[in-house]
């Protein structure tokens, strides 16, 4: 799960796809549940629907799931698909409608993968995204930046109330820094250079619309929408 849970969205947090267009569903929105209370994934989340008009035909009322007071599912996958699976079927269940959910993290070559699913977690709980990154320097503390690779990795995931589901995954690779830049994103974003941005900046210091072009939770989500069209449109 993505670092750091934030204070709990209210109903002025809701927001629909801009693609109005009718389809199977008539012209009221389709109330979908994104499984989380961390705000600035939702925001993440709903910059990259705003970005990719068109390809879902109905509009999507997004809310997320701590608005609905649905309990946060035990995360016990092994796999970022696993987790970001239970989380979908978890908030589908619940409501009986449609879900969005991702589990992403990062994995560091030089540590073996880890944190990788423990990573909103790496440095115990409750989740904070200071003490992770403090930890993860320490553990770096003796590696050379030549052997700083790493990868960010999300697992995004659809799921109906009737059980049908699909998950997708996506990577964004670079390497890690020792002194954390930027005042944007969240999680490891300070520490983290990602090879498609080309100049030298950490994820922390892209524009928000810079990094959902590049980022792993970007390709992601675009990945899956064709088959979040498909499952509502009853394919």
Excluded: W
Aim: with cysteine.
């Amino acid at each position: 799960m993505s670092p750091t849970e934030a204070d709990e969205p209210g109903a002025a947090d809701r927001e629909r796809h801009p693609n109005e267009a009718p389809g199977a569903h008539g012209d009221e929105p389709v109330r979908v549940v994104v499984a989380t209370g961390n705000a600035h994934k939702l925001e993440e989340i709903r910059a990259i629907l705003h970005q990719s008009p068109g390809t879902v035909p109905v509009s999507l009322e997004l809310i997320p799931m701590t608005e609905l007071r649905v309990p946060e599912p035990l995360e016990d996958g092994e796999t970022f698909e696993a987790n970001a699976l239970i989380k979908a079927h978890a908030c589908a269940g619940a409501t009986g409608s449609p879900a969005l959910a991702d589990d992403s993290g990062l994995e560091v070559d030089a540590l073996d993968g880890a944190p990788g699913v423990r990573s909103a977690r790496y440095a115990g709980e409750p989740s904070d995204d200071v003490a992770n990154n403090d930890k993860l320097l320490a553990a770096l503390a003796e590696v050379p930046a030549e052997r700083r690779t790493a990868r960010f990795v999300c697992a995004a995931a659809v799921a109906l109330p009737d059980g049908r589901h699909q998950v997708v995954r996506a990577t964004m690779e670079g390497r890690l820094i020792d002194t954390p830049r930027g005042t944007h994103g969240f999680g490891y974003d300070p520490l983290f250079v990602s090879e498609a941005a080309g100049d030298g900046r950490t994820n922390a210091e892209l524009r928000p619309e810079e990094k959902d072009a590049l980022s792993h939770r970007g390709e992601a989500f675009r990945l899956l929408l064709p088959h979040l069209a498909a499952l509502l449109s009853g394919e």
